[in-house]
């Protein structure tokens, strides 16, 4: 499989992003996969492993073929065979579709508001042991990763207004809300709903400064949030489970997470140059997508959230999954 995927450009594609209507094809994204699924016999969901031609000719496919790595080697292979069979013209696109794909990528890029000079962090979250005997499961190895963003003046608010030695700050609430509404969420094994506003009992995060040296300024954090939400209903499309054996009623949902962390901020390139910061969260209910009504694991149970200084290739800037819920306007 690394031998076969050296061959071809790997890709992922959440389709259920927000703002991307596969119904309404409206973006590039959401297009292509049409266009890659109206050449698939499989009448299935969009959700499967394709090898395409950048111009979007499918060469092998399946919706049912992804969870098996024999079969999905089988699958490179018969969509590589097809692909050393085409001429160049048949393999890439006109150079007038290439140019019109790459303004339409760089008016979305625009469009999304990349913190440039802000804080970019990278979200990982996934579950943690809940006993000293290892899990054989494959589902406690799971993880999922998503990005959070902050303004350049929302970053400087991470550190206090008189960085020295000692001096303390309150991370503003707003901040740490956005952590905890949409970055502390239980979305280790799939999809799962942002929290509203009302849901927020706690968000409070300590910044200290430990050592200022020259422009840089180290700093360690310290805080806690906590989210909780009850709905007493049947399933609602992306957010709760319908009713049925083992399902609890009324259906609850929440994270109550422990912060700790450390960061170090340049002064004179007014960025931060390291930040790291830990969740050590218990998580419990459940919703629609988020692959815990499977085996009836709605919790109480130990879930961890690492956030780290993101890089800044293309690939690392993505936008966070509740972006739009931001409530950025410029």
């Not at 699958?75 to 019109?100: D, H």
């Not at 996934?126 to 005997?133: A, K, N, V």
């Not at 040296?213 to 609602?236: M, N, Q």
């Amino acid at each position: 499989m690394q031998q076969l995927s050296a061959l071809v450009i790997p890709t992922a594609d959440q389709i259920e992003r927000p703002g991307k209507s596969l119904e309404e094809g409206t973006t590039l994204e959401s297009r292509f996969v049409q266009k890659v699924k109206k050449q698939c016999n499989d009448l299935a969901s969009y959700q499967g492993v394709f090898l395409t031609t950048p111009s979007g000719l499918l060469l092998a496919g399946s919706h049912e073929d992804m969870h098996d790595p024999r079969k999905v080697e089988k699958l490179l292979r018969r969509g590589l065979e097809k692909w050393g069979k085409l001429s160049p013209a048949e393999r890439l696109m006109t150079r007038e579709a290439f140019a019109g794909v790459a303004a339409e990528l760089a008016e979305v890029e625009g469009r999304n508001r990349y913190p440039q000079d802000g804080l970019v962090l990278s979200v990982i979250c996934r579950d943690l042991p809940r006993s000293p005997r290892p899990s054989t499961s494959p589902s406690r190895n799971a993880y999922n990763q998503d990005y959070a963003w902050f303004r350049k003046a929302e970053a400087r608010a991470f550190l206090p207004d008189s960085p020295v030695k000692g001096a303390r700050r309150e991370v503003p609430r707003e901040l740490v809300e956005r952590l905890a509404r949409f970055h502390f969420v239980d979305l280790v094994r799939g999809h799962t709903a942002s929290f509203p506003h009302k849901a927020v009992e706690r968000a409070d995060l300590t910044a200290e400064v430990v050592e200022a040296k020259g422009t840089l300024v180290s700093l360690s954090y310290r805080g806690r949030t906590r989210t909780a939400e009850v709905h007493e209903g049947v399933h609602v499309e992306g957010k709760w489970n319908a009713k049925g054996p083992g399902i609890p009623e009324p259906q609850t949902r929440g994270v109550d997470a422990r912060l700790e962390g450390q960061a170090v901020y340049d002064l004179k390139a007014e960025k931060f140059v390291a930040f790291e910061l830990v969740a050590l969260a218990q998580r419990w209910g459940g919703n629609a997508y988020n692959g815990r009504l499977d085996e009836r694991d709605f919790g109480p149970a130990p879930m961890g959230v690492v956030l780290r200084l993101a890089g800044d290739s293309a690939a690392e800037r993505v936008p966070p999954l509740y972006f739009k819920s931001y409530g950025w306007k410029s």
